[in-house]
């Protein structure tokens, strides 16, 4: 059985006992989160459950393990023959949820 779900302006495919990384801080550690904008459900015969966006009555139920952060990212700007030169840059933070059941 899987889903697909959107979680963060992301369609992300979850499988029960998966690890997902959600943008920002969702919650403490232990916490249980509800996702519940369900695009797509497969169930374990092969039947398939397609939302018109959402699928009715569907959710995702989540741990919380803690949080994350990504790779640093460096943004350069330059312009030519000005002698102008930026440089900024930032690290994300990443909630780590563990896929707990999903229920239709």
């Known amino acids: 059985m899987y889903a697909i779900v959107q979680a963060g302006g992301r369609q992300v495919k979850v499988e029960p006992g998966g690890v997902l990384m959600l943008d920002g801080t969702a919650g403490e550690p232990g916490a249980e989160l509800t996702l519940d904008q369900v695009l797509l459900i497969e169930k374990d015969g092969g039947e398939v459950v397609a939302g018109a966006p959402y699928v009715a009555n569907a959710k995702v139920v989540v741990v919380v393990d803690g949080e994350t952060r990504g790779p640093k990212i460096r943004v350069f ?3 030519r023959r000005k002698g102008m030169r930026r440089t ?17």
Request: hydrophobic share 20%; proline share 0%; no cysteine.
């Open 77 to 79: 700007k330059k312009k």
């Open 88 to 104: 900024k840059g930032h690290r994300s933070t990443y909630t780590r949820v563990r896929i707990k059941e999903i229920t239709l």
